[in-house]
């Protein structure tokens, strides 16, 4: 064993995994207790309203007759130490005897905030950020990344014009009624002025998602027409916009710097967004497929050949997906494909 740590928390991430489509509101999280080398208990959440993983874990030593004084702790969530539905967790890890914790990632539940203080106070070892990518992972959204494109793969050609056809943008509402939120970088804002909400067929205006690390957005674009936004900036934007955007109705997060798509995604799904599609642009779309985020990707192909304009990636990429079915809409072919690889960051 080259590295037990990873060794038990790749372990409470198995577990964690147990909880998938049990768990909404709440995560998924896997624990697992080990003294002396050995793993002496081990649980996972399994539906909101009944104990936390930790808990269980700890209820499964007792059960099996060993002590957990004195042993360690693998959970993929930091404890919560707050009342919910359950007793806080952190009042039963300190009543156990375990001598230390390792988290894989902090809760971003701002009720969780004082587990760090409360674990120092008590002398209890609290270590965060193993394997952190692949626990958050075990928390986010399905994403479909949706791509309308031409024959020589460019997104983009004239301004104020539609790549695809009228049947292909009728199929494009229904897949945005289908999502709970929809997800586009500050580029096509600038570009296109996109309305992203759901016209011509019936259903709810997706949650709008902008990703914008300077706020470059104007004031008047059309996504900002009410308050059923989110938008992911940093502290380099300017102050006076942030205010004024918020005025708005706008929600903001503002982080010191970039957030990690992985960490925006755990974000969305803490927020209740279980599905997620993906519209662009070029940046957005690079980097989802780069990091092998995008759970589907459909394609709207237009018969057309575009000199100018951006192509759908900014480079090169190994894409391992497999074909679920192709079809001619209006003028346009349609793809839907999966992928089929196992995402490196969501590699448990």
């Known amino acids: 064993m080259s590295d037990p740590h ?5 372990r409470a991430i198995f577990l ?6 049990k768990t909404f509101p709440n995560p998924c999280v896997g624990a697992v207790v080990v003294k002396n080398g050995r793993i002496i208990g081990e649980g996972w959440h399994k539906k909101a309203g009944l104990p936390h993983a930790e808990i269980n874990a700890l209820e499964t030593c007792r059960m099996a007759g060993f002590n957990p004084r004195g042993a360690t702790l693998y959970v993929t969530l930091s404890p ?7 007793p806080p967790c952190t009042s039963e890890i300190l009543r156990s005897g375990i001598s230390e914790v390792f988290s894989a990632c902090l809760d971003p539940n701002p009720l969780t905030s004082h587990t760090l203080r409360i674990f120092k106070k008590n002398g209890i070892a609290h270590h965060v950020g193993l394997l952190e990518k692949k626990a958050l992972a075990l928390n986010v959204p399905y994403v479909t990344v ?27 509402q229904k897949l945005r009624a289908e999502h709970d939120a929809v997800l586009i970088g500050a580029g096509t804002v600038l570009s296109d002025d996109p309305h992203l909400g759901v016209r011509y067929v019936s259903g709810k205006d997706p949650l709008r998602v902008i990703l914008d690390s300077r706020l470059r957005i104007p004031f008047l674009s059309t996504v900002l ?10 502290d380099s934007a300017d102050r006076r916009k942030i205010q004024q955007v918020q005025k708005s109705g706008a929600e903001i997060i503002v982080s010191h710097k970039k957030m990690s798509l992985l960490k925006i995604l755990a974000e969305l799904y803490r927020r209740g ?11 957005i779309f690079t980097a ?7 759970d589907r990707v459909v394609f709207f192909l237009a018969p057309k050949i575009i000199s100018r304009g951006k192509y759908f990636i900014a480079e090169p990429l190994p894409l391992d997906f497999t074909f679920l079915r192709v079809e001619k809409i209006g003028e346009d072919i349609f793809s839907e494909l999966t992928c089929t690889a196992e995402p490196v960051s969501r590699d448990a």
């Open 6 to 10: 990873a060794f038990f928390m790749k």
């Open 288 to 294: 989802f497929l780069k990091e092998k985020l995008a």
């Open 146 to 172: 949706k791509i309308a494109m031409s024959l020589n793969g460019k997104i983009s050609g004239q301004k104020g014009r539609y790549i695809t056809c009228k049947k292909s943008l009728m199929e494009v």
């Open 225 to 234: 027409r009410d308050e059923h936004v989110l938008i992911f900036t940093t």
């Open 16 to 21: 964690a995994a147990k909880g998938k489509g």
């Open 273 to 283: 967004v279980s599905n997620l599609l993906v519209e662009g642009g070029q940046t």
């Open 80 to 86: 919560c130490c707050h009342f919910g539905k359950t």
